[in-house]
């Protein structure tokens, strides 16, 4: 069974960074097409980024230029790299895993992930 286990997160002033990994058991990373996505309380969860099993990657139009996502296939392991980091940015952030999903639904459609990790929280503060 695919297990995900996100860690990196933590709380950072305005203007810093951090960088979340999640680590991917049962099977190997390479077969899945990877995400990011967070939920502030109270808000739906949204997509953050996307890299598909080529490499290719896919980011939402408030975190581009600030996150970098990326995967380690040797490790069986994701990362996002946070930059420039927001109270806005602040959420629960989750890793997710799927055989496949469209471009389009990449960062739009949560219910196309089929394996989610329970979550890292990131707080940012003013």
């Known amino acids: 069974q695919v297990q995900l286990v996100e860690s990196g997160g933590g709380s950072v002033q305005a203007g810093g960074s951090l960088r979340l990994s999640c680590v991917v058991s049962g099977n190997t990373i390479r077969g899945y097409y990877m995400a990011w996505f967070r939920q502030a309380p109270e808000k739906e969860r949204e997509g953050v980024a996307t890299?598909?099993?080529?490499?290719?990657?896919s980011y939402a139009d408030s975190v581009k230029g600030r996150f970098t996502i990326s995967r380690d296939n040797a490790k069986n392991t994701l990362n996002l790299q946070m930059d420039s980091l927001k109270p806005e940015d602040t959420a629960s952030y989750f890793c997710?895993?799927?055989?496949?999903?469209?471009?389009?639904?990449?960062?739009?459609?949560?219910?196309?992930?089929?394996?989610w990790g329970k979550g890292t929280q990131v707080t940012v503060s003013s």
């Open positions: 890299i598909d099993r080529g490499g290719s990657t």
């Open positions: 997710a895993a799927t055989v496949y999903v469209s471009a389009i639904q990449a960062l739009s459609f949560p219910a196309a992930y089929a394996y």
